[in-house]
């Protein structure tokens, strides 16, 4: 009896161990080393990836048709925006029922089936969890909506009309930026930050907070690796609706994020259900100081694992960017973290329009060395890289005209706004085709087939017409294409540990063209240049630095130093390690 009790102990001591194995293989002898550190996060839209079905949408089954490619890319995790049953005002952003599967995407079975299959290739999956607001079609809307008495009302936000108008309140969405919106039923008035039909949830109720952290664990207890916590930093509100000073929806987020009670509800998530399984979190949105940051992300909070910070990702606009703020922002934010907490590095991802188009140079002549030389950034910056996906393509912006072709609900109630209001309409039409997020949303170029083999039906957003020329099967076969370089810089990164953990030290700070900085770890020093303009640049540099290997290149010179200066092509990207 014993000995039988002894062996089935041995037993659950070893398989623990070998699980344990499995989920931690990081990087041994760093004590901060974390898989979610360690991971390259490719971010996939699944409305626009790949359809199976002919409907003209992507689906489930159209991303487990691209496993394999998801593989080639050596990405570590899958970041899938929502998949969740939804009326698709703000395509899967407005969640209707968070524990099925958009009909339009597939079944539970699709999804349990791409899980697995995400997972024998070694790839985790992030799941989005959008809860500071839900779809006023979900069940709770229907029923809160229906009576003021109703044991739903207090899953929102309402106020009574009688009392008169409530404190204005700005909707980053509704077609008027009004947030609050008059529902006749009960006479009162909703909330909802974004739009009309995405009606705020109350946080402060604690019945609503169960209900989420029973579907987190939901999805959790399926074997999901992670969660995005969408707006999140909204999420806590001061329900006593206090005036804000005139023309604070400028710059609302000093008054929406970061309320009240946001780190206790964060503190919460964390112990009921985050503590319990191995996942990771990333918050969207970092609040409006790096203490706001910190105390979201520093791991003895117990709150969240990453901060996913805005500034950088915001900085580019149709007239282009200052190199030098680019390199302040990444630098500052690199320095708050640089011992405690730790941050995500991205420039682009489905709110925004493509990455080659915004921070580098689409044109003909430079669209595969800037976006490789992007790429190389992202790739080499300390902190978990999140990777849009596409971006490896170096797909482009669209630049629709008509504004019947664009499907954001942003965009379309903001056109609905200036034409009410008398805006100027050519104007805007001009700002979205270079700023508008279904530029980033367009099908996946997969090949050169009819609509870039996307679907065999019509797309529901239109396909950029380059995808004869910029697409998967094309690039798979050239060595020397964007695809190959992201798959090389994928590679690189995992195989120097330098690029993740090592300390950043940016150089030549006041250079306005050339981005210099080293990543150093355990007495090894990797440099890295990149040259963010079209013109060939010269870097200064310590004259002490003595170049090494080059680890990867965008062109094929080879870079030598004189007196430490040296000349980098237009968009030149080089990893070079330091002797
Ligand atoms: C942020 C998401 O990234 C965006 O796509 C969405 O529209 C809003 N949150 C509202 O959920």
């Keep these: 009896m014993y000995k039988w009790l002894l062996a089935v102990l041995l037993m659950v001591v070893v398989f623990a161990a070998c699980n344990n194995e499995k989920k931690e293989a990081v990087a041994t002898g760093i004590p901060e080393a974390q898989w979610w550190k360690e991971a390259v996060v490719y971010q996939l839209y699944p409305r626009s990836f790949k359809d199976s079905d002919g409907d003209g949408v992507g689906d489930l089954k159209g991303i487990i048709s691209k496993l394999d490619y998801l593989k080639s890319l050596g990405v570590t995790a899958v970041w899938l925006n929502p998949i969740y049953e939804s009326p698709n005002d703000d395509n899967g952003y407005d969640i209707s029922d968070y524990r099925a599967i958009m009909k339009q995407f597939g079944t539970m079975e699709d999804f349990d089936a791409l899980l697995k299959g995400m997972h024998e290739r070694g790839i985790k999956v992030v799941m989005d969890l959008v809860v500071n607001h839900s779809s006023d079609e979900h069940e709770w809307f229907k029923q809160s909506r229906s009576a003021r008495t109703n044991k739903y009302r207090n899953y929102y936000h309402w106020w009574p009309a009688e009392k008169g108008k409530p404190t204005p309140r700005y909707s980053l969405f509704d077609v008027n930026h009004d947030a609050w919106m008059y529902d006749s039923v009960t006479n009162a008035y909703y909330l909802h930050y974004f739009s009309r039909k995405q009606p705020d949830l109350n946080w402060e109720n604690p019945e609503l907070r169960k209900e989420v952290h029973n579907i987190m664990k939901f999805w959790a207890d399926k074997g999901i690796d992670g969660f995005r916590l969408d707006a999140f930093q909204f999420a806590a509100k001061d329900t006593t609706w206090p005036a804000f000073p005139a023309g604070y929806e400028k710059n609302f987020l000093l008054y929406y994020a970061v309320g009240p009670h946001l780190h206790d509800y964060l503190k919460e998530i964390n112990t009921e259900v985050l503590s319990k399984y191995n996942v990771m979190s990333v918050a969207e949105g970092a609040g409006n100081s790096f203490k706001d940051a910190h105390d979201m992300v520093d791991a003895s909070r117990k709150e969240l694992n990453m901060a996913y910070a805005f500034d950088g990702v915001d900085l580019a606009k149709k007239d282009g960017y200052s190199i030098l703020k680019l390199k302040e922002i990444f630098t500052k ?216 290997k080059t680890l990867i290149n965008n062109l094929s010179n080879t870079l030598t130093l004189t007196n430490g200066s040296t000349t980098l092509q237009p968009y030149q990207a080089c990893v070079i390690e330091l002797n």
């Excluded at 991802?349 to 950034?377: C, I, W």
């Excluded at 004869?468 to 964007?482: E, F, G, L």
Aim: charged letters at 20%.
């Design 333 to 548: 934010w690199d320095s708050a973290f640089a011992t405690n907490g730790w941050l995500s590095i991205f420039l682009a991802n489905h709110d925004q329009a493509r990455l080659v188009t915004r921070y580098g140079n689409d044109s003909p002549a430079f669209r595969e060395v800037s976006s490789k030389m992007l790429s190389t950034f992202i790739m080499t910056m300390r902190g978990t890289p999140y990777y849009y996906n596409g971006d490896e393509l170096g797909m482009t912006n669209i630049r629709m005209d008509k504004i019947e072709d664009y499907n954001d609900v942003a965009t379309l109630n903001e056109y609905k706004h200036l034409v009410a209001t008398g805006g100027n309409i050519p104007q805007f039409i001009e700002t979205i085709k270079f700023t508008c997020r279904d530029n980033g949303r367009t099908p996946f170029q997969w090949d050169n087939s009819v609509n870039a083999g996307f679907t065999t039906g019509k797309p529901w957003l239109k396909i950029n017409q380059n995808y004869t020329t910029i697409n998967a099967a094309v690039q798979d076969k050239d060595p020397n294409s964007t695809l190959n370089y992201f798959r090389a810089l994928v590679q690189l990164r995992k195989d120097n540990k330098v690029l993740v953990y090592g300390k950043y030290e940016l150089l030549d700070k006041r250079n306005p063209n050339i981005y210099a900085y080293t990543r150093s770890l355990n007495g090894k020093t990797v440099l890295i240049l990149l040259n963010f303009t079209n013109k060939a640049n010269a870097v200064s540099l310590p004259t002490t630095i003595q170049l090494g």
